[in-house]
């Protein structure tokens, strides 16, 4: 091509473009523009610098401006700041922002990738010098400096999401004390409200305040205070509610915003200029399952953006998918991730679907280091279309929900994942891994093989006087059980069904599903006709009740909590 090609932004988007330009010329002049002192950092590992995991900040820098320059002939312009995109012309106005002169720049093609910028919300207080946001390796110094250079014991973060529950695990793990706040009624959207407690658990019992429902009405110099009245001792405030596409740029230049805000870009991430484009944060993306576009600030996706982009520059065409949104995050002891759609979604989205939880081992139960992973699926019904998944162990749950993620892409069923083949070894998994079992429970409850119901549910049921089955052995119900709950164990069953009635709804649980769906199975062929095994049974019930116990002082349904 021979031409001349400008990048604005030079993080994940913005370097991954200029470096794939190269890779397919090796004679286009290439220049990237960062108004900040760094390109080609990792923003996803700003947090751990705060616990010394990242112990050097400037090992988050993966690149520097002379490394571009000798590796692959880019140039990056650090502390450049675009401040105008003349079309007419195709120029853009550039800002030194050292020595302040403005200049501008030409280009063939243009590739916008400015990010996103974090949420400052308009409230007393938020613009003092103890209140920081996180979206750089200049802003994670700032912060580490003014907690440690000034004693800082109590700290705040605004906000639920992947960046605030990771500053705050993080600033836990350094000694500090933590406050988490949270305006929706709970953390981490992307996972359903049942399987979140698991997650606000983990939070309490390592030290962090979690407070949910409630929002940020006011910063003090010492505390803050929450939209209820609470009163937080706070000596900093990080606010991580969210981010907003940098739009400006585009927008002032006549470019088309979409309908969610962003920057609008075809299949080929072409704006409404055909030699502009765009790709990353501030750009609208299409959203495979919703049918619909949506924005997703996620570094995988940008870099596969980035790289479709600059094919298209040379002639090369997309196949464009579109994105289902798919997470990960370490969080203490735990592993957790999700893809595609969870049950609330789906169903804002008008999608009729079921969803199931199933909690097996994550590898052979006599193998050391097993442990259970808690695991949702979520299809479609009646046709069985997988939508989405939540996982959360200490196992690789990552792996679990790739597996899912592949199957959404290739608009798999539970009859596909029923029958997936996948690697096998006692140390890393059992012969019928996680997704495996998860489907073909989905296909009984699909085919109407047994009932189920929620682990939601079973504080109504308690509360109901419900005819509630344990069907653990008796030194299991005796170390903890629901209060109203008939122990009979499947191993006594049988002698004891005389006990069961056939005029009411009968639900059956044990520790984590399987002796009790053995139960509902066997009744069902002794003819009764009412049987219902809890999903997730005694485990999943003890976490589903236990924050909401702690926080709010309500009555147990449980005499005590069982967590193994």
């Not at 502009?276 to 959203?287: K, L, Q, S, T």
């Not at 002794?526 to 019930?541: D, E, F, M, R």
Request: charged content about 25%; overall charge neutral.
């Amino acid at each position: 091509m021979r031409g001349k090609i400008l990048v604005v932004g030079g993080v994940a988007g913005g370097a991954s473009v200029a470096a794939r330009v190269r890779r397919l010329d090796e004679y286009a002049e290439v220049i990237m523009f960062e108004k900040g002192p760094h390109v080609s950092f990792s923003n996803c590992s700003l947090p751990y610098h705060l616990s010394g995991i990242v112990e050097d900040s400037s090992k988050l820098v993966l690149m520097s401006p002379e490394v571009f320059k000798k590796r692959y002939n880019i140039e990056a312009r650090v502390h450049h700041e675009v401040v105008k995109i003349n079309r007419d012309r195709k120029t853009i106005t550039v800002k030194d922002l050292l020595s302040e002169k403005t200049y501008e720049e030409s280009y063939d093609k243009l590739v916008l990738s400015p990010g996103a910028s974090p949420i400052r919300p308009n409230i007393e207080g938020v613009n003092q010098p103890h209140v920081f946001t996180v979206r750089n390796v200049v802003d994670i110094d700032h912060l580490n400096t003014h907690i440690k250079q000034n004693g800082i014991k109590n700290i705040a973060v605004i906000g639920g999401g992947f960046i605030g529950v990771e500053v705050a695990e993080n600033l836990i793990l350094a000694g500090y004390h933590v406050s988490l706040i949270e305006f929706a009624n709970q953390m981490m959207t992307p996972f359903d409200y049942d399987m979140v407690q698991i997650l606000h658990k983990e939070m309490v019992d390592n030290g962090i305040n979690l407070i949910v429902n409630d929002g940020l009405a006011k910063i003090e110099e010492n505390y803050i205070v929450t939209n209820s009245g609470k009163k937080i001792d706070a000596e900093t405030v990080v606010l991580a509610i969210g981010v907003k596409p940098e739009i400006t740029l585009a927008k002032d230049a006549g470019l088309e915003i979409g309908e969610t805000g962003a920057i609008k870009v075809d299949a080929n991430y072409v704006t409404s200029d055909r030699d502009i484009y765009a790709v990353g944060d501030a750009i609208e993306v299409y959203h495979k399952i919703l049918h619909k576009p949506t924005r997703l600030a996620l570094a995988g996706p940008a870099q596969k953006q980035a790289r479709a982009a600059a094919d298209h520059i040379y002639g090369n065409m997309n196949r464009q998918k579109g994105v289902i949104g798919s997470f990960s995050i370490h969080l203490f002891d735990l592993n957790a991730a999700a893809t595609g759609l969870n049950v609330r979604t789906a169903e804002q989205a008008g999608i009729q679907c079921d969803s199931v939880y199933v909690m097996p081992g994550d590898k052979v139960g006599l193998m050391p280091n097993s442990n259970p992973m808690h695991f949702k699926l979520v299809y479609e019904v009646p046709t069985g279309r997988i939508l989405g998944a939540q996982a959360i162990g200490k196992g690789n749950v990552d792996k679990r929900i790739d597996v899912i993620a592949t199957m959404i892409t290739m608009n798999g069923t539970l009859e596909d994942l029923k029958d997936l083949e996948l690697t096998y070894s006692p140390m890393l998994g059992t012969a019928r891994d996680v997704v495996n079992h998860a489907a073909m429970v989905a296909l009984n409850l699909l085919h109407g093989v047994y009932r189920e119901v929620k682990v939601s549910e079973v504080r109504k049921l308690v509360e109901g006087n419900a005819f509630i089955i344990d069907a653990r052995e008796k030194s299991e119900y005796n170390a903890g059980h629901l209060k109203n709950a008939i122990n009979i164990p499947l191993s006594e069953f049988r002698e004891r069904v005389d006990e069961i009635p056939k005029d009411r709804p009968v639900y059956i649980h044990c520790r984590s599903g399987q002796r009790s769906y053995n139960m509902v199975m066997a009744l069902q062929h002794l003819g009764y006709t009412n049987v219902y095994n809890i999903s997730g049974s005694y485990l999943g019930i003890s976490l589903y009740e236990y924050y909401n116990d702690l926080v709010t002082g309500r009555e147990k349904i449980v005499t005590e909590y069982n967590f193994k």
